[in-house]
């Protein structure tokens, strides 16, 4: 019986770390009642709303140059085959990838001679940790 109860915390667990999740924040049950008298929570509540970026599909800016990969001289483009991803993983890689082309930190390319493989880490919380391997570059 231990067993068949550990195997379904298993499957729990999985089931929540596959999918990319982008949701705001709910600051009102982030400072809790119990931490905070009426008006410390209402002045932090106040701060904590303040700030741009409250959601985990905030992107900032930066007004700069956009930056360019060093690459040592003389190197050519190499296309790396992709790491394979779990069938279970799938659609947690490919929402991820379509999030991040729709916010404009990643763009489309089908004619780039460089391909580098990427994969997916579960974080403790239940989300995952999208990741490009870039060690073969140089």
């Not at 008298?37 to 741009?52: A, F, N, P, T, W």
């Not at 140059?65 to 060093?70: H, I, S, T």
């Not at 799938?90 to 489309?108: C, F, I, S």
């Amino acid at each position: 019986m231990r067993v068949a109860f550990a195997v379904a915390d298993e499957d729990d667990r999985t089931l929540k770390i596959l999918d990319v999740t982008a949701k705001s924040i709910n600051l009102e049950a982030l400072v809790l009642k119990e931490h905070f008298d009426e008006e410390q929570r209402g002045r932090l509540l106040e701060m904590l709303q303040s700030i741009k970026i409250i959601s985990l599909q905030a992107v900032g800016k930066l007004n700069r140059k956009p930056y360019v990969l060093p690459v040592k001289p003389g190197s050519r483009p190499r296309a790396y085959r992709p790491y394979p991803v779990p069938l279970i993983h799938r659609r947690a890689v490919m929402e991820e990838v379509e999030r991040l082309v729709k916010l404009g930190v990643l763009e489309p390319d089908n004619d780039s001679p460089w391909a580098t493989p990427c994969f997916i880490i579960p974080k403790k919380d239940g989300t995952v940790r999208f990741q490009t391997d870039f060690r073969q570059l140089n």
